[in-house]
């Protein structure tokens, strides 16, 4: 027995539950398309390979959640932001399984992490908007483009299992709306808390001039 076929965004009627594989960040880029591949990368087993388009990511941060600690078996995440069109994944679609944290489902709705079902490499966090892949992933050629994704904040510092005094902005959850905390740069801290003052002044007495 069949299962229900749907128009997918080529024409094409494919059954239902694979029209995951005709969305971003999923569908396959043809050659003739433009999409210029940037980076390579693949799961630990090489079953699942990708493709990046963009030079240097949206953001790159290290994640310290207890729920990244668990997910990787790991103290911290590594992650790089990335719109969902700037991946291509070129092979390896019946390999890849989702993990949906909140509810404990193996179905694949938003928000999700998505791995590689032989090795179970994770492979990316698919969010409603962008993806939340791992540079670990990736091959680099070299040092100067590793730097490209060098990480620019911690999130959810206060659930760390180390200190890692960098100097980087650390936040007590995620950046930017959270509180900067521990050894972060203190003329960020000054600059934050600058901007929030002039954020409630212009709520309270909203069209004054400074």
Not at 33 to 41: L, P, Q, R, S
Not at 73 to 94: E, L
Not at 129 to 146: A, C, G, H, Q, T
Request: hydrophobic fraction near 30%; charge should be negative.
């Amino acid at each position: 027995m069949t299962g229900k076929k749907v128009e997918a965004p080529n024409g094409e009627q494919v059954p239902e539950k694979e029209l995951w594989k005709y969305r971003e960040p999923y569908m396959v880029h043809e050659r003739d398309e433009e999409f210029k591949a940037i980076y390579d990368g693949s799961c630990h087993c090489g079953e699942v390979k990708f493709q990046l388009s963009r030079e240097y990511p949206l953001a790159s941060k290290l994640c310290h959640c207890t729920t990244c600690q668990k997910q990787h078996a790991a103290p911290f995440q590594w992650a790089a932001i990335f719109h969902k069109g700037d991946i291509n994944f070129h092979d390896g679609h019946n390999h890849l399984e989702w993990y949906d944290p909140t509810d404990k489902s193996i179905e694949h709705k938003l928000p999700c992490k998505v791995r590689c079902n032989f090795c179970h490499s994770p492979i990316m966090d698919e969010g409603r908007n962008m993806i939340l892949m791992f540079p670990s992933l990736i091959n680099f050629k070299n040092k100067e483009e590793r730097d490209k994704f060098k990480p620019r904040c911690h999130m959810f510092y206060p659930e760390r299992v180390m200190d890692i005094p960098d100097g980087l902005p650390k936040w007590s959850g995620i950046n930017e709306t959270s509180d900067l905390i521990e050894d972060s740069p203190p003329e960020q801290v000054k600059e934050l808390e600058r901007e929030r003052k002039k954020k409630v002044e212009e709520e309270v007495h909203p069209g004054k001039k400074e």
